[in-house]
Each structure stands twice: as C-alpha cells, then as structure tokens.
C-alpha cells in the first residue's frame, strides 16, 4: 500500500480530469482489496487509527455520506457528520468560515459535497487537511465514477474498449462527468443519450458521441447507464412531462434489446423508478448492477481515503 501512495501525486481527490490511467489504476486495485475485506465477518482495520474524518455536506445524501462513513471507520478512523441543517451556515456563517473552524479541529481528511461547481476546489485551497470532492454542483463525483469503474472491471474484467452509454440528464449530471474523464482516460468509447434540453452544449469537444435517440445511441453498447432527472438543479421546465420523458428516454426491455445481448445496467442511485428507468427491470439481478454499485462505493472509499491519509503534503501540493 505504500507502493500505491508513493505513486499518487496528489494531497486532494477533486475530481477524476487530472489523474493518470496509471493513478486511476492504483485506487482500482486498492479498492479491489477492500472489496474482499468488506466480505469478512471482521471487517475493522488500524490502517487509520488516529486519523480524523470529517464528512461536510451541504446537500442531502443517502449513499455517498454513509459510505464514507462506513469507509472511514472500517480503517479505524474518528469519523464526524456535520450536515448543514444542524450547522452554524444556517446561522449565517460563510462557506470558507465554517471550514476554517473545522480546519482547527485539525481534521486529516475532509469530505465535501457542496451545490456550486467549484466550492470544493475553493475549500481545499484554504484548508491544510485533504479534501475529497463529495460531489460539486455538476461538475464533478470523482468517488461515484471511480465505484462504477471498479463495478465494471470486476464484470468485464477491464475497461479498454468497451461501449458505455450514458444517458439521461447529462446537463446537471456530475456523475456524467467524472464518468466521460474516467472512461476516456482508461480507453473505453462513451456515448451520451439524451434530449437536446439535457445536453451540454459543446460536450462533443470531450471526446464522446451525443445522440437524441435511445435505441440508436444503444446500438451496440456493453454498459449503460442511467442518470437521474436532476430537478433541483433545474430552473424552467427542460422535459414536457414524465410520461413523455420515460417513453423516449426511460431504460425498459424494449429499447435494451438495441445493446449488446449481454448489456449491463447502472444507476448512481437516487433512482426514479418508471421515470428514468422501469422499476421491474432496476431490479432485474441478471442485467442490473446497481446494489453492487453501492457495495463498491465502500470499498472505493476506503482507497481513496487510505491513499489520501498516506499522501503526504509534498507531493504535488495543491493538485
Ligand atoms: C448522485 C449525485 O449526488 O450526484 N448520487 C450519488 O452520489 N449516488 C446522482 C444523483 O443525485 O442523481
């Protein structure tokens, strides 16, 4: 594990545009590790002990916030939730203030999930502990795409080459992005489906493929996942009504029968049953992969927040 820290050059984990296949590759097997002491009876390490972890969120979280929960007290770390409905920012106190009072507390790691793009990035430029990105706005959620990554190599054994639809609400998807620099840095071809409203414009300089239509863009694909309709990131009305979204663009069998015969499905979760994705078909155990997905944020957490606590503030500062 030493051998991984030494070759991670990074003091924060902000986002996945930046990291080296070779870095991405060494949180992946380090994960994958953690994925087989997960399934122990015992599942408590030392690898932390005396570390402190603060998990601050200034959005609502089920999976995310209690996986790096989990993560960090599975390595024997102190972990701290503070969430800001029971915190002094309803009082009036700014971002930069309420890290700076967390800072004195003198934290090793921070997590963070805030809904402006960037706030994150701003934090740990003030802060002297790491900081991992929780999720900023839509711009990032390097741990989301790291989990589906180890998700899918652990099913197809690798990610060079294949065919990943992703598809939905691709604008205020932070998933989508960290997912596009992931899977473009480790060789897989991306598509992106959607309707023109939900579609960044210029997305194409990233390298993907953009289509407006589910079975074409499907042709083909080895994995495909699902994006949640983001509406509280929306301001206006971007689809004309959910029965109309879900029949272009929800997951069904019938539009899937246009992948691969042996296409697998993926949902960062929270998911909209019948909205984005038909509820019977979320839970179908031979083409779903979204509770393994949840199993392999623990893990994924654990190597980020291991790789972290051991990466040493020299290394590459500020990166
Ligand atoms: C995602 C998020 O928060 O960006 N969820 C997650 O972390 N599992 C996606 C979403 O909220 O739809």
New binding site residues.
């Given amino acids: 594990m030493t051998a991984t820290t030494l070759r991670f050059r990074h003091r924060h984990l902000l986002g996945i545009e930046g990291l080296s296949r070779e870095e991405i590759t060494l949180l992946l097997d380090l994960s994958q590790a953690y994925v087989d002491q997960n399934r122990r009876a015992d599942k408590k390490l030392s690898t932390l002990r005396g570390r402190t972890v603060i998990n601050l969120f200034f959005?609502t979280?089920?999976?995310?916030r209690t996986s790096f929960e989990l993560a960090g007290k599975r390595l024997g770390a102190d972990v701290i939730n503070m969430s800001v409905q029971t915190s002094s920012i309803k009082k009036g106190e700014t971002l930069i203030d309420t890290a700076m009072t967390l800072n004195a507390m003198r934290p090793d790691i921070l997590v963070v999930?805030h809904p402006d793009s960037g706030a994150v990035n701003l934090l740990s430029q003030k802060l002297d502990c790491a900081v991992i990105n929780?999720?900023d706005g839509s711009h990032e959620?390097p741990?989301?795409a790291l989990l589906d990554a180890l998700t899918i190599r652990r099913r197809r054994g690798g990610l060079e080459g294949l065919t990943v639809a992703i598809c939905g609400?691709i604008l205020h998807?932070?998933?989508a992005r960290s997912n596009i620099h992931l899977l473009a840095i480790m060789g897989a071809r991306v598509r992106l489906i959607g309707p023109p409203t939900l579609m960044p414009s210029c997305i194409d300089r990233l390298g993907v493929e953009v289509f407006h239509d589910m079975k074409r863009g499907l042709a083909g694909s080895d994995i495909v996942m699902m994006?949640?309709l983001?509406t509280e990131r929306m301001q206006g009305s971007f689809v004309p009504s959910i029965r109309e979204y879900f029949r272009f663009f929800g997951l069904d069998y019938e539009k899937l029968k246009s992948a691969k015969p042996d296409a697998l499905i993926m949902h960062?979760?929270?998911?909209n049953r019948g909205v984005e994705i038909d509820s019977e078909l979320a839970d179908d155990i031979d083409r779903s992969l979204i509770r393994e997905?949840v199993e392999m944020?623990v893990a994924v957490r654990m190597a980020c927040l291991d790789t972290l606590a051991r990466t040493d503030a020299g290394n590459e500062a500020g990166s």
């Fill in positions: 959005e979280s089920t999976r995310t999930r929780g999720g959620h741990t989301q609400d998807s932070r998933v994006l949640r983001q960062p979760g929270p998911m997905q944020g």
